[in-house]
């Protein structure tokens, strides 16, 4: 393959801004796939990601168009997640491309996503190909938007392709930009093997497969390869490329964009960002950028119903298999049973393993709420990692904890300033850098407690900035805190799963408020529920709920009986949601009631 | 207890669906419409049309006994007594030589007088079931009553002079700016009739009536739990005074008096549901199977005229669903209970094999648990939905 016919690039956009329909549209326009396979929306694979319109596992499909110059080319559209958990990963994925498209919608303007993921393509070097998308909409002002662009993101917008993806139109044109204003790849197909590792999962007949750009050198079946971070070898059983349905090719040179398969057991063999490279003659260095995977939040999952124990286990290792930055270990919980100890990148990895497990394994669980590793020295010196609050030592054993914390990049329009470092000062956050980007955007730097982050502070991010900051994080350092832990009472037991770790600063107001959405989460029962809050021994708060004493003593005649009988049957289901601890029914919500504390 | 009027378990009950009412209350969400004109005669023909449809296809022994025809609505007493009868005749006419069967009219007072209250009973009425609601008017007034408290006194009093000794009576709790003081007025106005049953509705706001719409916009205040749970008390103590006995949630009645058809949906009787909207019961084969009728009445008209059914859904039950409905209408019978010997022939297993939280509830003094039976205490009665949604969990 010439390398000056190929261009490797992604699309940039926020959620509703049209990226899967234009990548269907582009598939279609090319040929790629034909109108009667194309189910709508090709690139998103899994139900979830439809559903939440968010794409999570990164797809590529290979174009060939022929362009106006009357020369065939070939288009790799690499796909990138789409949520700040991913960063790492859609760094990964941009880093195989020389250009992405910046999709915006043509009545919307820029928003918050768009910005992270565009600022990691300009920080790895891509060609931005500014296309206005949702021109038919009566609303749309292309004018305006251009003018956006260039303000906000310093971007010339003067030819930018105008789309509506729905309807079909500019997809010649578009394709027409990605030849013309994208660079092909470079790279040395004599040089050893070095390329780069962006995706991989585990299928049920191959093993895993691993989704690669090949810098320089030449992969083919027979390789022996080597993965450098890692050191592990394997030999190559095929090649090929995604178009998007998977195509066996002879092999994969510089600027190729495809798989390897290499009958590798386990996806964790496969960390993204590692470099692929011959093993008898491996190349000097490795592509730059490489992180190892590591989770960062921690919680407890527990099937609702015990006897799900064996199928939870099953599930988890299943799902090991194809998340390698998942992880997971058995633990038990006093009021929960058995269970897991699970690692997350982030809470957005964790709600979607979470609903994974419970849509595509049938299982109804617990979540305890996140948390993040906590480094715990005792006083006879000996130091431990705390992932679980209930495991923090007794305070006369502790002489020191410390947290982790991260830097936080904030992007966003200057007029929310205010209201984002009020939300960092509050957030435990040490201010770093205040960046002036151009006069309406800044960029704010913060060194915060990743514990807080764990909580809501993205969502209040979202929310005070009405969706328009966008923010990305790297682990710094641990750092010692004032930490204790606050414990909940129901009908006066502790109910382990629902013990915190907190700053000891704002240990009561945490206290009385957790009591307090307990109290609005957890139904009445035919008892009194008295729940607690507390540190150590001290009772630091208390709610009552009441007992249930009367129900509508309704009619229960013919027409009536098939929809009581309905109605009873859906309380049951919700019964089956809820998690017995001692007599009392409390449901799954009431776990995570730390997150929707305001 | 006297169970004498229970129906026979081979018998079949008849309901016959009215949607017709002169206007409608703003808290109702049953299936009915308030028009000017109502077309009785076409209306009348097609429930027999149907009926006759629904004889055969369901291939119903007309030797066997006819316990019960009830017309509901809406407003049934809208229709003329000549158009009542017309349907008891055709309804009645080839099932078996039987005891007579049971026949109540819902009666709205606004609807009736001397002359059409005789009607009904030379029709074949034989019981009525007068639709009172309240006896105060401030209260018939919120409830968009259009009657008074004083015609609905009156229409008892008619029809008993009419020739009804069968009369029960209708009426709400929980209503918004009812007192308790109020309600025992009420309840005691009430028993002096002596009537022979009495139904007593707390005040359910469903979603999408105007009570609905008004609870949400804040606009409708309800009474506190405390108040309303004393209502239920207060009755349960004046009406047993009176003589009546609590044999269901919402129905008290003297002895010999229990709803024979409304007692039929309670143990599984089968019955056809005749006219717009109406739900019939089959409990053969298999675990039984339920079906509904179109409730927009002009459609249920062209749908009968066109296939002789309207049917608009159907479920044929499974035997959890069976069972589970067993054991939720059995507990709402509060003297007879599930019937365990009932329960096992049926189900081929005992109710406590289903009823896993039984000893708890028991222990809590919800359920009185005895040899033969499981029945609902008061206090078990009021949290009754609690109580059945929990029961198999």
Request: with cysteine; proline share 4%; glycine share 8%.
């Given at each position: 393959?010439?390398?000056?016919?190929?261009?490797?690039?992604?699309?940039?956009?926020?959620?509703?801004?049209?990226?899967?329909?234009?990548?269907?549209?582009?598939?279609?326009?090319?040929?790629?796939?034909?109108?009667?396979?194309?189910?709508?929306?090709?690139?998103?694979?899994?139900?979830?990601?439809?559903?939440?319109?968010?794409?999570?596992?990164?797809?590529?499909?290979?174009?060939?168009?022929?362009?106006?110059?009357?020369?065939?080319?070939?288009?790799?559209?690499?796909?990138?997640?789409?949520?700040?958990?991913?960063?790492?990963?859609?760094?990964?994925?941009?880093?195989?491309?020389?250009?992405?498209?910046?999709?915006?919608?043509?009545?919307?303007?820029?928003?918050?996503?768009?910005?992270?993921?565009?600022?990691?393509?300009?920080?790895?070097?891509?060609?931005?190909?500014?296309?206005?998308?949702?021109?038919?909409?009566?609303?749309?002002?292309?004018?305006?938007?251009?003018?956006?662009?260039?303000?906000?993101?310093?971007?010339?917008?003067?030819?930018?392709?105008?789309?509506?993806?729905?309807?079909?139109?500019?997809?010649?044109?578009?394709?027409?930009?990605?030849?013309?204003?994208?660079?092909?790849?470079?790279?040395?197909?004599?040089?050893?093997?070095?390329?780069?590792?962006?995706?991989?999962?585990?299928?049920?007949?191959?093993?895993?497969?691993?989704?690669?750009?090949?810098?320089?050198?030449?992969?083919?079946?027979?390789?022996?390869?080597?993965?450098?971070?890692?050191?592990?070898?394997?030999?190559?059983?095929?090649?090929?490329?995604?178009?998007?349905?998977?195509?066996?090719?002879?092999?994969?040179?510089?600027?190729?964009?495809?798989?390897?398969?290499?009958?590798?057991?386990?996806?964790?063999?496969?960390?993204?960002?590692?470099?692929?490279?011959?093993?008898?003659?491996?190349?000097?260095?490795?592509?730059?950028?490489?992180?190892?995977?590591?989770?960062?939040?921690?919680?407890?999952?527990?099937?609702?119903?015990?006897?799900?124990?064996?199928?939870?286990?099953?599930?988890?290792?299943?799902?090991?298999?194809?998340?390698?930055?998942?992880?997971?270990?058995?633990?038990?919980?006093?009021?929960?049973?058995?269970?897991?100890?699970?690692?997350?990148?982030?809470?957005?990895?964790?709600?979607?393993?979470?609903?994974?497990?419970?849509?595509?394994?049938?299982?109804?669980?617990?979540?305890?709420?996140?948390?993040?590793?906590?480094?715990?020295?005792?006083?006879?010196?000996?130091?431990?990692?705390?992932?679980?609050?209930?495991?923090?030592?007794?305070?006369?054993?502790?002489?020191?904890?410390?947290?982790?914390?991260?830097?936080?990049?904030?992007?966003?329009?200057?007029?929310?300033?205010?209201?984002?470092?009020?939300?960092?000062?509050?957030?435990?956050?040490?201010q770093r850098e205040i960046k002036y980007l151009t006069p309406a955007?800044?960029?704010?730097?913060?060194?915060?407690?990743?514990?807080?982050?764990?909580?809501?502070?993205?969502?209040?991010?979202?929310?005070?900035?009405?969706?328009?900051?966008?923010?990305?994080?790297?682990?710094?350092?641990?750092?010692?805190?004032?930490l204790i832990k606050l414990d909940i009472l129901i009908n006066g037991?502790?109910?382990?799963?629902?013990?915190?770790?907190?700053?000891?600063?704002?240990?009561?107001?945490?206290?009385?408020?957790?009591?307090?959405?307990?109290?609005?989460?957890?139904?009445?029962?035919?008892?009194?529920?008295?729940?607690?809050?507390?540190?150590?021994?001290?009772?630091?708060?208390?709610?009552?709920?009441?007992?249930?004493?009367?129900?509508?003593?309704?009619?229960?005649?013919?027409?009536?009986?098939?929809?009581?009988?309905?109605?009873?049957?859906?309380?049951?289901?919700?019964?089956?949601?809820?998690?017995?601890?001692?007599?009392?029914?409390?449901?799954?919500?009431?776990?995570?009631?730390?997150?929707?504390?305001? | 207890?006297?169970?004498?009027?229970?129906?026979?378990?081979?018998?079949?009950?008849?309901?016959?669906?009215?949607?017709?009412?002169?206007?409608?209350?703003?808290?109702?969400?049953?299936?009915?419409?308030?028009?000017?004109?109502?077309?009785?005669?076409?209306?009348?023909?097609?429930?027999?049309?149907?009926?006759?449809?629904?004889?055969?296809?369901?291939?119903?022994?007309?030797?066997?006994?006819l316990g019960s025809v009830y017309f509901g609505g809406g407003t049934?007493?809208?229709?003329?007594?000549?158009?009542?009868?017309?349907?008891?005749?055709?309804?009645?006419?080839?099932?078996?030589?039987?005891?007579?069967?049971?026949?109540?009219?819902?009666?709205?007072?606004?609807?009736?007088?001397?002359?059409?209250?005789?009607?009904?009973?030379?029709?074949?009425?034989?019981?009525?079931?007068?639709?009172?609601?309240?006896?105060?008017?401030?209260?018939?007034?919120?409830?968009?009553?259009?009657?008074?408290?004083?015609?609905?006194?009156?229409?008892?009093?008619?029809?008993?002079?009419?020739?009804?000794?069968?009369?029960?009576?209708?009426?709400?709790?929980?209503?918004?700016?009812?007192?308790?003081?109020?309600?025992?007025?009420?309840?005691?106005?009430?028993?002096?009739?002596?009537?022979?049953?009495?139904?007593?509705?707390?005040?359910?706001?469903?979603?999408?009536?105007?009570?609905?719409?008004?609870?949400?916009?804040?606009?409708?205040?309800?009474?506190?739990?405390?108040?309303?749970?004393?209502?239920?008390?207060?009755?349960?103590?004046?009406?047993?005074?009176?003589?009546?006995?609590?044999?269901?949630?919402?129905?008290?009645?003297?002895?010999?008096?229990?709803?024979?058809?409304?007692?039929?949906?309670?143990?599984?009787?089968?019955?056809?549901?005749?006219?717009?909207?109406?739900?019939?019961?089959?409990?053969?084969?298999?675990?039984?199977?339920?079906?509904?009728?179109?409730?927009?009445?002009?459609?249920?008209?062209?749908?009968?005229?066109?296939?002789?059914?309207?049917?608009?859904?159907?479920?044929?039950?499974?035997?959890?669903?069976?069972?589970?409905?067993?054991?939720?209408?059995?507990?709402?019978?509060?003297?007879?209970?599930?019937?365990?010997?009932?329960?096992?022939?049926?189900?081929?297993?005992?109710?406590?094999?289903?009823?896993?939280?039984?000893?708890?509830?028991?222990?809590?003094?919800?359920?009185?648990?005895?040899?033969?039976?499981?029945?609902?205490?008061?206090?078990?009665?009021?949290?009754?939905?609690?109580?059945?949604?929990?029961?198999?969990?």
């Open positions: 393959m010439e390398k000056d016919r190929i261009r490797n690039f992604s699309i940039i956009a926020h959620i509703d801004h049209g990226k899967s329909t234009l990548s269907d549209r582009l598939l279609e326009f090319t040929g790629t796939v034909t109108k009667r396979e194309m189910v709508d929306q090709f690139m998103d694979k899994m139900d979830l990601e439809r559903e939440r319109g968010i794409t999570i596992k990164a797809q590529t499909a290979r174009l060939n168009y022929k362009a106006d110059d009357g020369k065939m080319y070939v288009l790799n559209l690499i796909d990138t997640p789409g949520h700040v958990d991913f960063s790492y990963e859609v760094s990964r994925s941009l880093s195989a491309c020389e250009g992405a498209l910046l999709i915006v919608d043509a009545s919307q303007g820029v928003e918050a996503q768009t910005l992270a993921h565009l600022y990691t393509a300009q920080d790895v070097g891509l060609e931005i190909v500014p296309v206005l998308n949702k021109i038919d909409l009566p609303q749309a002002d292309p004018e305006r938007i251009k003018a956006e662009i260039e303000d906000l993101l310093s971007l010339d917008a003067s030819d930018a392709v105008l789309t509506s993806a729905k309807e079909g139109k500019g997809i010649k044109e578009t394709l027409e930009a990605i030849v013309k204003r994208i660079p092909p790849p470079a790279g040395d197909g004599n040089k050893p093997l070095k390329a780069l590792v962006f995706d991989s999962w585990y299928d049920n007949y191959q093993g895993v497969i691993i989704q690669i750009r090949v810098f320089d050198g030449v992969i083919k079946r027979g390789s022996r390869i080597k993965f450098m971070a890692t050191g592990k070898t394997f030999d190559v059983d095929k090649v090929g490329v995604f178009t998007p349905h998977p195509r066996e090719t002879a092999e994969l040179g510089p600027g190729e964009v495809g798989f390897v398969i290499a009958g590798i057991k386990e996806v964790r063999d496969t960390s993204v960002g590692d470099t692929l490279t011959d093993a008898a003659n491996p190349a000097a260095e490795a592509l730059a950028g490489y992180k190892a995977s590591k989770s960062m939040v921690f919680s407890g999952l527990y099937p609702v119903d015990s006897s799900q124990y064996e199928d939870l286990k099953d599930a988890v290792v299943k799902l090991r298999l194809n998340d390698s930055s998942f992880t997971f270990e058995p633990e038990t919980s006093l009021a929960l049973g058995f269970g897991f100890r699970c690692g997350f990148l982030g809470l957005f990895h964790m709600e979607i393993i979470q609903e994974r497990l419970e849509r595509e394994y049938d299982l109804s669980l617990i979540t305890t709420a996140p948390t993040v590793a906590y480094r715990v020295t005792k006083t006879d010196g000996e130091v431990l990692m705390v992932d679980n609050p209930t495991k923090l030592p007794p305070p006369q054993n502790v002489s020191m904890v410390e947290e982790p914390f991260i830097l936080a990049s904030i992007h966003m329009p200057s007029e929310y300033l205010g209201a984002i470092l009020k939300l960092c000062e509050d957030k435990r956050g040490i955007r800044v960029l704010l730097e913060y060194e915060l407690p990743l514990n807080e982050i764990v909580l809501d502070f993205y969502d209040k991010l979202k929310t005070l900035t009405k969706g328009y900051a966008s923010m990305d994080y790297d682990y710094l350092d641990f750092r010692v805190s004032r037991e502790v109910v382990d799963a629902l013990s915190l770790i907190v700053p000891s600063e704002s240990a009561y107001a945490r206290g009385k408020v957790l009591a307090e959405k307990m109290k609005e989460i957890i139904p009445r029962q035919m008892f009194e529920v008295i729940i607690q809050a507390a540190i150590g021994a001290k009772i630091i708060a208390r709610e009552t709920i009441k007992a249930l004493r009367k129900n509508v003593t309704a009619k229960c005649y013919g027409g009536d009986i098939t929809r009581k009988r309905k109605l009873l049957e859906k309380q049951k289901e919700g019964k089956k949601r809820m998690k017995q601890v001692g007599r009392v029914e409390l449901p799954q919500e009431a776990f995570l009631a730390v997150l929707k504390v305001n | 207890m006297p169970a004498v009027n229970m129906m026979k378990m081979n018998s079949i009950g008849v309901y016959i669906h009215i949607p017709f009412c002169l206007s409608k209350c703003p808290y109702c969400d049953f299936n009915s419409v308030a028009s000017g004109s109502v077309p009785e005669a076409r209306y009348a023909a097609c429930v027999l049309k149907e009926f006759n449809a629904c004889v055969g296809k369901e291939g119903i022994d007309r030797q066997k006994g049934p007493s809208v229709f003329s007594p000549a158009a009542i009868g017309g349907i008891i005749r055709g309804v009645t006419d080839g099932f078996g030589p039987q005891e007579p069967a049971e026949v109540t009219l819902e009666v709205n007072p606004d609807t009736v007088d001397a002359g059409r209250l005789e009607g009904f009973r030379k029709a074949g009425v034989n019981r009525l079931s007068i639709g009172a609601q309240s006896l105060d008017d401030g209260l018939l007034k919120m409830l968009g009553r259009r009657h008074s408290a004083k015609k609905a006194l009156n229409a008892f009093r008619m029809a008993r002079e009419a020739g009804f000794e069968n009369i029960g009576i209708d009426l709400m709790f929980g209503l918004p700016g009812q007192t308790l003081a109020l309600w025992k007025e009420t309840l005691k106005t009430a028993v002096a009739l002596r009537p022979r049953h009495v139904s007593l509705y707390g005040l359910t706001i469903e979603e999408g009536t105007p009570f609905g719409r008004l609870l949400k916009n804040g606009s409708l205040s309800l009474l506190p739990e405390e108040v309303e749970i004393e209502m239920y008390k207060t009755a349960i103590d004046t009406l047993a005074e009176a003589g009546c006995v609590h044999y269901e949630i919402s129905n008290f009645a003297l002895p010999g008096y229990f709803s024979v058809h409304n007692s039929g949906y309670w143990q599984g009787i089968d019955c056809i549901g005749l006219g717009a909207g109406a739900h019939s019961y089959m409990s053969a084969p298999g675990w039984g199977r339920r079906w509904w009728n179109a409730l927009e009445p002009e459609q249920y008209m062209e749908r009968i005229a066109l296939l002789g059914n309207a049917v608009e859904g159907s479920e044929t039950l499974k035997m959890g669903e069976a069972s589970a409905e067993s054991l939720m209408l059995g507990l709402r019978m509060l003297t007879k209970g599930i019937v365990r010997s009932e329960f096992k022939q049926r189900f081929g297993i005992l109710p406590e094999d289903m009823f896993k939280r039984l000893k708890e509830f028991e222990a809590e003094g919800y359920i009185k648990n005895t040899a033969d039976s499981i029945i609902l205490t008061p206090k078990g009665a009021l949290i009754s939905n609690e109580l059945f949604s929990n029961m198999l969990a």
